[in-house]
């Protein structure tokens, strides 16, 4: 019973850090853009397909290099085309332009890639587990944590120390300062809205050695992705990241005890933060307001 329950801690931490690494790019997008992006997904899914085309060429680790960044550049173009022509709209406009937009980018990869399953060949050596114990340590599941937490580790210098990231914090907390202080508001929203859009081509990367290559592979990713933010707190990165995988491991812990509940728990935990602390577990106060 120990080592069951240890297995799926372990595998609600993999699931909690795609949650997390998927729903920090939907946070970077929201506090600056106001955009809640329901293609994110999709997305994702576009990330998971490039790296597979590309890795005949490239091998495993180049398309897992170059996918994600190509994936940013296709974000950074469909901001540039489409998303940044309702800013300062009634938000329902650019929420209804994304939902529409995940359903073009998952027909879309449905129809060049196909609708069935397709495996994503990983190295060999990474699919060996660690020892015979615990058979469920692979060195892949491990390699998948170490780099997600070497992404976020990442993300968070970059909005700490560089110019760039200054900038996004500071349109964070007031867009309006920021832009009368001569920054290119258009830029940094561009900018912003690719980074977000590159640490979702990652985690379909990432998540393709695991659970293979469809379509949907986002659709499923999605919704736990908003949960973790409105449970780790709006406008909050680390409650963001702490939502992330705190919903993951209460999904693994639950699959052990009550597995039909496994997805239920991540809306009742969303609820009961909700009805205690409203502004999340890190939000800032006024963010619901």
Known sequence: MAQLLLFNVFNGLIVGAFYALMALGLSLILNLSGVINFAHGGFLA????????????????????????????????????????????DPLYSLLLTFGLAYVLEDGTRYIWGAQSLPYPIPGWLTTPLSAQYFFLTGYRLFMVALVAVAVGALFLILGRTRLGIRIRAGTSDLETVSALGVNVSILRNLNFGLGIYLAGLA?????????????????????????????????????????LLIGVASGITTVYFPSATEAVMYVMMGLVLLVRPRGLLGEEGRVQ
Not at 49 to 63: D, H, I, R, S
Not at 66 to 81: D, K, M, Q
Not at 211 to 238: D, K
Request: aromatic share 8%.
């Open 46 to 89: 576009i990330g998971a397909y490039l790296a597979y085309t590309m890795m005949p060429v490239l091998g495993f680790w180049g398309g897992l290099l170059v996918a994600p960044l190509l994936t940013a550049l296709i974000g950074i173009l469909v901001e540039r085309v489409l998303i940044r022509r309702l800013y300062g709209r």
């Open 204 to 244: 379909g990367v990432l998540a393709a050695g695991m659970l293979g290559l469809q379509p949907t592979i986002g659709t499923s990713l999605i919704m736990p992705s908003f949960v973790a933010i409105i449970v780790g707190g709006l406008g909050s990165l680390p409650g963001t990241l702490l939502g992330g």
